[in-house]
């Protein structure tokens, strides 16, 4: 068994919790809407064919916000196809995912959606094949009071009130070969700071995210974002970031490490953004928008099959060791508190998602939804600064990994502690020695989840075979708390007043 040591104390503030950290995504891909969240005839299905159990599921999962409707599918996306009356909407070819798009979910069925599981929408517009005027029809049928052509058309499909949507995307991934409308850094710039301020026009209490890369691996990372910045730095509020992790090659520990791959990327884009800002003697700090992350390990070279509606698209099954890395990256996401406001996990349901459906039966949660949604419940009030003492491992690809990783939150009102930790070592269990600020804590419970059955999942069959145990492998001394973590293991201690 190894140490690591560190000290815990609520004096150390990073940033109050974000709320939209907790973020996640509906796109229309694959069976993310339909056959996850909507299927009339399933017999869970309300009356608009909403499924009830996935609704169930994602309040359980905790998520605070969606990012809807792509992703890829949003950059040939026209928003007029998907609302009025169903019978009068026309299937559309979705070219990002050469599937069919019968529209018979939309924009309405959508925000009612997330209205019911009181979920904030994170709204992205098309500036792939579409642009300003488009984006600007869009809101004003969103956001605007009435009395004018597309408000007036929304309280017509029976929306009275405006949605009054806060949060917009300005395109997705628009640096990708494979985007529909692809532009370079300085044509997308224009574009998304002409955008936005049309934008702010129709509602000035609105906030835009520009795209940063599409990921770090993007031979223009760094260069991307800064050219986009020199354009738009002044209209938008976000960049965003995404990522997906998997393992490469054999580098087993790069992948349990992958939340420092994380880290290193959200202090890149930080520092590319800031050095905007200073070029531009600007006092304004730009939040990240890490709206798509998760686990990605299908790697089907294959084309999917062609123009089908909602074939089944990379519907990875996550394991236990999976659900270890998924909550570490969520770790990186907190103690970047500070900068990183939004975060979502891509996707919700079924494609590379916490949540999986099928026709007829009821939904379950994959190995990946408990971490996330004992984050999202636990991790309260503010996150603390932790700087963690211990050995490291070596990464083929990554180089030193540490063995430990280790976060914490403080809620000032109730005094409430949460601890989460990680020991990516799969060889030796780890004794991890906090220091606490004070002597007036009780352990209120510890879990954990991995240190057995690595390669597990959750089936249809075996719904909930992966779950977190409770353990009572900790002492807590005075200001002194020992906690045993197992091998590959994802642990969450939680403290409260005596
Ligand atoms: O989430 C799946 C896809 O991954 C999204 O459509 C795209 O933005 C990303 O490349």
């Not at 996640?24 to 056959?35: D, T």
């Not at 009830?52 to 792509?70: A, F, H, N």
Request: net charge negative.
């Amino acid at each position: 068994m190894f140490t690591t040591t560190a000290t815990i104390d609520p004096a150390f503030v990073v940033a109050d919790v974000p709320k939209r950290l907790f973020g996640s995504f509906v796109e229309h891909m694959g069976r993310c809407v339909y056959g996850g969240i909507f299927e009339p005839g399933h017999p869970e299905a309300d009356v608009d064919g909403l499924r009830l159990d996935v609704l169930k599921l994602t309040r359980e999962l905790g998520v605070s916000m969606i990012r809807y409707p792509g992703g890829n599918f949003v950059s040939g996306y026209r928003w007029e196809d998907g609302v009025g009356p169903v019978a009068e909407r026309a299937s559309r070819l979705d070219l990002a995912w050469r599937s069919v798009e019968p529209n018979t979910f939309g924009l309405n069925e959508f925000m009612g959606w997330a209205q019911n599981a009181g979920i904030e929408p994170m709204m992205a517009v098309n500036l792939g094949t579409r642009g300003i005027e488009d984006a600007c029809n869009l809101l004003e049928y969103t956001n605007f009071r009435g009395g004018t052509r597309y408000s007036d058309l929304r309280i017509a499909h029976g929306v009275p009130d405006p949605y009054g949507i806060r949060l917009w995307c300005l395109g997705n991934e628009m640096d990708g070969p494979w985007q529909l409308g692809q532009k370079s850094a300085t044509e997308y710039g224009r574009l998304a700071a002409e955008t936005g301020k049309a934008m702010r026009l129709i509602d000035p209490s609105i906030e835009l995210v520009a795209c940063g890369s599409s990921n770090e691996d993007m031979p223009t990372f760094g260069a991307w974002e800064a050219q986009v910045l020199d354009e738009a730095y002044d209209v938008v509020d976000y960049v965003s970031l995404h990522a997906y992790f998997g393992q490469k090659g054999g580098d087993r520990v790069g992948f349990l490490g992958s939340a420092e791959r994380m880290d290193r990327f959200i202090e890149g884009v930080i520092a590319t953004a800031d050095h905007i800002g200073a070029k531009r003697r600007s006092r304004k700090k730009l939040k990240l928008a890490f709206d798509e992350w998760n686990l990605w390990h299908q790697q089907d070279d294959s084309a999917p099959p062609e123009w089908q509606v909602a074939p089944r698209l990379i519907e990875d099954e996550y394991t236990t060791e999976d659900a270890v890395v998924l909550g570490n990256l969520l770790m990186s996401l907190l103690r970047h508190g500070d900068r990183v406001d939004a975060a979502c996990l891509a996707q919700l349901v079924n494609v590379i998602a916490p949540i999986r459906s099928e026709p007829g039966v009821p939904a379950w949660r994959q190995t990946i939804f408990h971490p996330f949604a004992l984050t999202a419940r636990y991790a309260q009030g503010q996150v603390l600064r932790v700087e963690p003492s211990g050995p490291a491992l070596h990464s083929e690809n990554e180089g030193d990994v540490a063995a430990v990783d280790v976060v914490a939150t403080h809620d000032p009102e109730t005094g409430d502690l949460t601890v989460i930790a990680v020991n990516r070592d799969d060889a030796q269990a780890g004794d991890l020695q906090l220091r606490l600020a004070g002597t007036d804590l009780v352990v209120e419970e510890h879990v954990v989840l991995g240190g057995t059955d690595l390669q597990a999942t959750n089936t249809q069959a075996e719904p909930d075979r992966v779950t977190p145990r409770t353990s009572t492998d900790h002492v807590l001394d005075g200001t002194r708390l020992s906690v045993k973590l197992p091998p590959v293991s994802w642990t969450m201690i939680r403290l409260k007043r005596a």
